[in-house]
Structure formats: C-alpha cells, structure tokens
C-alpha cells in the first residue's frame, strides 16, 4: 500500500496537471475573457460553499480581514482575466512561457511589501528571465499584445501569492478562498453592470461552453484548491514549488498536441522559454539547498 506521502505526491502531480489543463479549457471555451472568468468564479463559489456547508466550517471573520479578502479577489480575479485574455490574443504556449516570470516578480514584490531583504541571486536571475523574455518578444512580434497581458497577468498572480501567503497563517485556507471568490464575482459583477453587459444574451452560451466552464470552475478551480491545501500536510513547501513549476510545461506539451499547428512556434520561442523554465528550476533548488543549511 501507498504511504500518505506517496499518495499526496502522485495526488500533487495530478493537481498540477489539472492546473496546466486550464489554458486548454480557456482556449476552448468560446465566451470573453471577461464572462469566462465571471462565470468561472461565480460557479467555482458555489461549489466552495457547498462544500463549506456539508463540513460545518465557521464563515467568522473580522470586518478587516473581509475586506482584505475582497480585495484579493479582485486581484486573482484580474490575474484570471489577463491569463484568458492572453490566450484569446495568442496562444498558450506564448501564455504559460510569460506567466513563469511570477516567481520573479515574488522576488521584487516581497521585499517591498514585507520589508524583507532583497536577495540578489534572484534579482540576477529576474534579469535572465527577462532576457528570456526578450528573445520571445523579438522574435513573437505578432504576439505582442498577448506577451503583455501575460506578464501583466503573472504580475498579478505574484501580488495575490504575498498576499494570500500572510492570510494562510492567520485563517482557514477554504475559508479565505470562499471570501476571494467572492470579491472577484462582485468586483466584476459591478463592471459588467456598468457596461450593461447583463443582457439575456449574457447568459445565452452553448452546452459545450457550459461544459467546459464546469470543467474549470469544479475541477480546475475549487476541487484543486481544496486538494492542494491537503497535500500540504504531508509534502515539504519546497516539493509543491518544484512541482508546480512543471504547469507550463504540461500546459505547452498538451497544447501542442490538441492545436497542433496554432501552437507550434519558432525555434528561438522555445529557447527563450526553456531559458524562463530551468531559471525557474534553478532557482527552486537554490532556495531548497539554502533551507537545508
């Protein structure tokens, strides 16, 4: 028999998977990217409360700690939004490549939010990551725009991944999830009403896109968020980093095989890409090696 580590091991693997899935599903699903990630969240946080409800978890939280939590949902909800806009103006693989410099990002955002020391290895390593990046937008010029969205989606995920890393500590981790989703569906329920978006038609779509958006707001979204707060009980912070790295990688790999030649990019792509991926890696190791000392 498999022990528990074992298990969340192969239990991460298939979350990471799951997470690198999502581009496909948002490559598929023919709404905006405004109504998509709207109808996502919107979806994913029923089926959070739900699951709230039959475990008789408390929603007790101080005001403050509410507001907090609407406000990053906003932020995941912008991060969410880019991601799928990038991938409507582009593709994924030009999509997942940008969204590796998050880490980076951490490394920039962290110190001067947290008052931290900034660490120059990662500094340097920022740099060949942008390096990295430069070489895609030379020779990806017609992705421009989707490059953009994509750096500015990571940049969002980075800020929501401080922030929700101060929240993890003082509160239950579904709990916080219920509230985020929340104060993304309502922060973008009050765009959509602005712009008089909620029309009949808004909520007219085909029964492949309201399959797809199932896909993604149940087991893309809320179901791996439970999951990977529960393997965390048993794996090291440093294996779900290492792990998680390789959600590009999936995603690229997965999008290349169902799109074919949509997917399929120049030679110096895919060496500005693999440059982004084993900075990522090496970085991760680094950090592992500097914990065990």
């Given at each position: 028999?498999?022990?528990d580590n ?7 693997h298939?979350i990471?998977f799951?997470?690198g ?8 699903i ?19 409360l ?7 978890i ?26 799928f806009?990038?991938i409507?103006?582009a ?19 962290e ?26 937008f ?19 995920s ?10 993890a ?20 329920s ?9 029309t009949t ?10 399959i797809?958006?199932?896909?993604l707001?149940t ?28 959600e590009p990688?999936y ?10 030649d ?17 900075i ?9 090696k500097?914990?065990?000392k």
């Amino acid at each position: 028999m498999l022990s528990d580590n074992t298990k969340s091991y192969l239990h991460l693997h298939l979350i990471v998977f799951i997470w690198g899935f999502t581009a496909i599903l948002g490559a598929l699903i023919s709404l905006e990217a405004l109504p998509l990630v709207w109808f996502r969240m919107l979806f994913a946080l029923i089926f959070v409360l739900i699951y709230l409800l039959v475990k008789k978890i408390s929603f007790k939280v101080t005001f403050k700690l509410f507001l907090c939590f609407l406000l990053a949902g906003f932020i995941i909800a912008l991060h969410w939004f880019t991601f799928f806009k990038a991938i409507k103006v582009a593709n994924i693989s030009v999509t997942l490549s940008c969204l590796s410099s998050g880490a980076f990002f951490v490394s920039i955002l962290e110190p001067l939010l947290n008052q931290k020391k900034v660490i120059w290895y990662e500094v340097f390593f920022g740099c060949i990551v942008f390096f990295g990046l430069y070489i895609i937008f030379k020779f990806e010029n017609d992705y421009f725009e989707g490059i953009i969205l994509a750096l500015t989606s990571a940049f969002f995920s980075a800020l929501f991944s401080i922030l929700n890393s101060k929240f993890a500590k003082i509160h239950n981790p579904t709990v916080i999830t219920f509230y985020e989703l929340l104060g993304g569906v309502l922060f973008f329920s009050i765009i959509l009403l602005f712009n008089n978006n909620f029309t009949t038609q808004f909520f007219v779509f085909t029964s492949q896109d309201f399959i797809y958006l199932l896909l993604l707001s149940t087991i893309c979204t809320a179901y791996a968020f439970i999951v990977s707060v529960k393997v965390m009980k048993y794996l090291s912070a440093y294996t779900v980093v290492l792990t998680t790295n390789l959600e590009p990688l999936y995603g690229i790999v997965l999008a290349v095989l169902l799109f074919k030649d949509k997917e399929k990019m120049s030679t110096n792509f895919y060496f500005g890409a693999m440059l982004i991926l084993i900075i990522v890696f090496l970085n991760a190791y680094i950090k592992n090696k500097n914990v065990q000392k």
